[in-house]
């Protein structure tokens, strides 16, 4: 409502719509946004620590950048969380609200670490991975279909119905990691192989070995990130998603088959962050656990949503919020805080980047002052 | 036959702290606002809380329980009444999309949380762990001769006073909804925006005031969580963040009816804590178990979209932003 102070029926303020805004002073605004946020935190971390924020803020791009592992680690994780993002870009394009990343992902990373335990010393590496892949696909996508059939068939709310298949998801890992504990009474899973073949490990590229260079997990997302770009904007499955996403009633009066849509888009969906599960497992921890996915598929929604469902701005804001991530977790070890300072900081900007879109559809206008731009 | 009392105390316990989540959840459903901010309000209510009975406890030369008590239910409430608000101004004013604010409002909330409550543990000192003693015992404080009674004492009277806090707030809130005139504007402003808009009710002082007042309640959980169910303490396992979820699926469970939510709360806890009772469950298999709450949700949501029966519905604009521009 835009009425906030009335005097003789016109308000202060208006709120009117912008018919348009060139990109750069979108992306201006956001910067902006970005800039405020970090400012708040700068006064945040003052308030705790007593600290030179610009000190602190150095510290933090040191934890991201500050050697070439690090540097590694921050890609490697961008990449993770990127992909899940990429995901989750079809399903939000077509406004199915697909909160269910988190389980479609830790299935993923199940089937992958249940290859590694059980076959890994009997296939070659290729055809190893190449399976791996192709099976943690396969168990996202059965994660994302189920609640998508539903909805097809009797509008079952999605939103809520892939929610809870993250907890059957999480439900069964820990029942999984219950089954493989090693050692005994840990209630972990270990490295795995447990012979310590590495067998099922993404190589590295750069070098022989593993754990040094993580090449293979960032052109495996940059491609999907290509994929999915070309696919939602020049296929006609991209077509047909993008007409289902602005109306469903437009959708069937064209003659497209609004079910069938969104079952096979969920299958796409589910398939990618499977695939991001496989990354997570085999390019990166070696080992399973309930924190697998660790909050990345609710994180991802936000990336995909912030991007506009545009696979390439998604690789600019995962970097950020991981950037952010691991610069918290410098300053926390650095400045006895705990790592939950990286959750709040990362909270702080992203409410400030959804309050900005306001800006960027929305504009303000003030009484008396007619056309002018606020 | 004891254990089966203690199965139901454990529901029940359970329960009132998801059933805070869910009747505050479903007040700020009825206005149209999809919150999925309850995991980060109730972490919020909870530290809040804690927060204000430690400082309360360590300053006051003779700390008193029942002060303690009441200091930490105002300042939870507030506390939880602003998370509630931040969503507020993003969704309702600045038109941010529901989902996402939720969601990042859970991250935040989480992330203040146990930022504040691992350093309440550093200060604590000693074995690094805080305790609010005397405050939570005014919480879990009980009439001994009531809970006497037998079994039936034990099951219906042995317990904190937010227990039946939490089943009178559920009621009024069911009655306030349904009953009052205040609460069939709310339902309009639900149903449809731009309607109630033309019947001149205010849309979004209606989406405001439920959205903050709802935080409020769910954060009561949070405090309920802390001060009862871990007796005082702190701890970074993420728990919190698990019962914030099980109270939105709750709200579905309940299909928007607080009332239904009270038993629908106690059915949780039992299925939550079934695992421990039946015998001969390995630990891996007892894991299993605890999907019961989630797969009878899923269950309950298929049903309700099969049926579909009006009343058993989600208010027709839920998750939807209003601009009255845009009709």
Known sequence: MSTVHHSHGVPLIRIVKRTSLSRPHAWAIRVLAVILALVVCALLIYALTNLNPIRVYNSMFQGAFGTGKRTWVTLRDSMTLLCIAVGLAPAFKMRFWNIGAEGQVLVGGLVTAALMLYIGASFPTWLLLVLMFVCSAAAGAVWGLVPAVFKARWNTNETLFTLMMNYIAIQLTSYFVARWEHPFGSNTVGIIPRDGSKAGWLPNLLSEGFNKDFGWNIIIVLVITAAVFAYLKYSKHGYEIAVVGESENTARYAGISVGKVYMRTM?????????????????ASHTISVSTAGGRGFTAIIVAWLAKFNTFTMIIISLLLVFLEKGAIQIASEFNLNDYASQVITGIILFFIIGSEFFINYRLVFRGKGGHRA | MSSLISLIQAAIVFGTVILFGSTGEILTEKSGNLNLGVPGIMYIGGIAGLATAFFYESHAAVPHGIVGLLLSLIVSFAAACVAGLIYSFLTITLRANQNVTGLTLSIFGSGVANLFGGSLNNMAGGVGQISVAVTSRAYRAYFPALAG?????????????????????????????????????????????????????????YKYLATCLGAGISGLGGLYYTMDYIKGTWATDGTIEKLGWLAVALVIFASWKAVRGIWGAYLFGLLFWAYFYISGLT???????????????????????????RENQPPASLGLSYFREDR
């Open chain 1, 267 to 283: 299958l796409l969906s589910g398939a990618i962050c499977g695939i991001a599960g496989f990354i997570a497992v085999s390019g």
């Open chain 2, 149 to 205: 009674l037998g079994p039936v004492g034990k099951i219906v009277f042995q317990y904190g006073f937010m227990v039946y806090l939490a089943i009178i707030v559920a009621i009024f809130i069911t009655w306030f909804i349904n009953r009052s005139r205040v609460g069939l504007n709310l339902r309009a402003v639900g149903e449809s925006p731009a309607t109630a808009d033309a019947a001149s009710i205010n849309v979004t002082k």
């Open chain 2, 283 to 309: 630990r891996a298999s007892s894991e299993l178990f605890k999907m019961l709450p989630y797969l009878v949700t899923i269950v309950v949501l298929i049903v309700v979209s099969l049926r579909k029966r």
